[in-house]
RNA sequence: GGAGAGGUGGCAGAGUGGCCGAUUGCACCGGUCUUGAAAACCGGCGUGGGGUCAAACCUACCGUGGGUUCAAAUCCCACCCUCUCCGCCA
């Protein structure tokens, strides 16, 4: 959520912000139900004090002054529910014009949609094959590695079991990873694959709404997370942090469930876009100076790059314009490893996202810090990035370091956790 | 799942209808004393909203949401959470 005060003084940067974005939002309402608001608290706040004045002096007042006074206090109690009940309305209408609206977005962010995201840089080899690469739903089904069928019997669609060495695979993806994020000074967690469903809204997901990508469980207010973004940035909702202490680095590990509704018949084939996968997501709290939260964000994204270098694998860090950024980030940074077998002669594909969110989710999570110098509290900056998503990283893996006779290699990195060199027959 | 206890400012911990936004202690900040430090003493010290050039000032907040009352931290209801014991269980 964006500062309401910001808005009201911003007025024009807020709408040439939200049109950037492509989203539309109606800033005039925003701006006209605060001022509302804020004659219904002058208004309340005006009648209570009458209301204690007239409470006070019934204790000491007269048997003749008694009756009076409580028939004002009657009278003005009556004043202010009304008075309470408007203003519940109006801010309950301010709050969701505000809510739609999105973050400011980072000065060097391309102005666009899905194709204007700046390539920032490319890193590792593209690999060559002396023979036609298969896709990783053919490599699996070889080798045995992930059964679709079951998947789908069980839980239907978008469901699949990994098998054999793929399961090691995950596993050592999920080991290197989170060794590695020791080494950079994140603290680790493995989190609850649910969370309330004020979290999720907190970090911006909507858990009820007709176009939801989140699994809700009937009867409770409770959902499935699709990131441990979510429970890593909630771990502190309503805790005010010393400044001193910042940035803090989480790093958890979790499942992820996602609806994908809306999404059926594009780029579906295999596990690229699937309703349950594990994931090492990294989460940042900063000081709120861009400075600071800036620099983490470039860390975030330096340890992503050196994740695939060290996995071996082609890869583009795109700068992802601002049609394209979602509500929370303010700016966006995407790692696309190449994947040899997807689409015709093999593409881009998704494995990794970087966002500095800057206040936004501080705001409604109600995270703050507090520093010696200051009076009052500030929003922190929150950051949050994937270290490995495995069934994207499995995907990648699989179609890069295939060979001609069918067997994968395994990356080096990962060997002491998959215990083999290559996977085979 | 059953029984009990409890949730109050950074922490600890009083407060059972009006004098309570809240006693006190610790922590923290400033000062006196001291060569310096400690101790002692004095003073300050919550968050949000409104308001103001800035103050003053007003208002809200004692887990959350409702209710009773002229008046609620305090009484009533619901929910959430924590702890202890019992049961069940990976």
Redesign the pocket.
Known sequence: MLD??FICDHREEVEQNCKARGVTVNVEAVVRL?DER?KL??A???L??Q??????K??KASAEERPQ??E???Q??EQISEVESQQ?AVEEELRSEQAQIPNMTHPDVPVGGEDDAAEVRFGGKKPEFDFKPLDHVEIAAKLDLIDFEAGSRVAGHGFYYLKNDAVMLEMALVQFALSKLRSEGFTLYTTPDVARDSVLEGIGFNPRGDETQIYSIANTDLSLVATAEITLGGALKDQ?LNISELPLKFAGLSHCFRTEAGSHGRSTRGIYRVHQFTKVEMFAFTSPDSGQSDAVHQEIVRIEEEIFQALGLHYRLIDTATGDLGGPAYRKYDLEAWMPGRGDGGSYGEVTSASNCTDYQARRLNI?C?S?DK????YVHTLNGTAISCARAIIAILENYQQADGSVVVPEVLRPWVGKDVIAV
């Open positions: 309401l005060q605060r804020n608290i002058v309340g706040d005006e209570r004090r209301q204690k004045e007239a409470s006070g019934i204790p006074l409580i004002l206090g009657k003005l109690r519940k005010t703050r507090k010696p009076k009052g509290t500030q």
